[in-house]
């Protein structure tokens, strides 16, 4: 399987509610970033854990990172109908490769 | 004001035909990347140019050629394209982490390529 498998694939809420999506890698990393693409466009980045933290908050996104599990979450609080989009974890190694390698993503919809 | 922009943002040609894809960023980033996003919207990355210099090649066929004529500028040509190249291909541009790993990365809009 590849790196970066994010989980669920799809997850519809109700808005208001809280979405968590969770995002797994296989090797060692440099850092984890989370995207969003909505959709027809290109992708937007959200938030950038490095692989010595733990925790990190963004307005209503709230990740998590756990280099142990080899895996993320990414929360997002009070969700809207504008958060409607495909949500994308990527991560990248600190051996000198310095492209990004993303997962499949998770398309989330928040119902008005 | 744009930050990474691509032309064309739609392309519809034939099987054999070669056709390129422009890139251009603003943000005074000195490394550029080209990404495929396939149909179940798994994105690739394809290549990385570093001030002009080929950092990364992935296993991409030899028909897909980048050029980077300066840092602001990483263009994408495709040779005899094929049904199997429709997908949506995206530019996107960083700042170089010496140390490896990767900074933020931004995303221009996307070209949706449609080979018939």
């Known amino acids: 399987s590849q790196q970066g498998e994010e989980d669920p694939q799809a997850l519809s809420i109700q808005e208001g509610e809280n979405a968590t999506m969770n995002c797994s890698y296989k090797t060692s990393i440099n850092n984890l970033q989370w995207y969003r693409q909505n959709s027809g466009r290109g992708l937007v980045h959200l938030i950038l854990i490095r692989s010595n933290e733990r925790e990190k908050h963004s307005g209503r996104l709230r990740v998590t990172l756990d280099t142990s599990k080899k895996s993320s979450s990414l929360l997002i609080t009070a969700s809207r109908a504008a958060d409607t989009a495909s949500y994308f974890c990527?991560?990248?190694?600190?051996?000198?490769?310095?492209?990004?390698?993303f997962g499949s993503g998770t398309r989330l919809q928040v119902q008005p | 004001d744009t930050a990474v922009s691509q032309t064309p943002k739609y392309l519809v040609t034939q099987m054999g035909n070669d056709k390129s894809i422009k890139c251009e960023q603003n943000l005074g980033h000195d490394t550029m990347y080209w990404y495929k996003q396939d149909s179940k919207k798994f994105l690739k990355i394809m290549f990385s140019y570093n001030n002009k210099e080929l950092i990364i090649n992935e296993t991409v066929p030899n028909r897909f050629s980048p050029k980077s004529p300066d840092k602001a500028h990483l263009n994408l040509h495709i040779n005899s394209l094929e049904l199997g190249d429709s997908a949506v291909y995206f530019c996107?541009?960083?700042?170089?982490?010496?140390?490896?790993?990767?900074?933020?990365?931004?995303f221009g809009p996307g070209t949706r390529l449609t080979v018939t």
């Open positions: 996107a541009s960083s700042r170089f982490l010496t140390s490896g790993g990767a900074y933020e990365q931004y």
């Open positions: 990527a991560t990248s190694r600190g051996t000198g490769r310095r492209a990004l390698t």
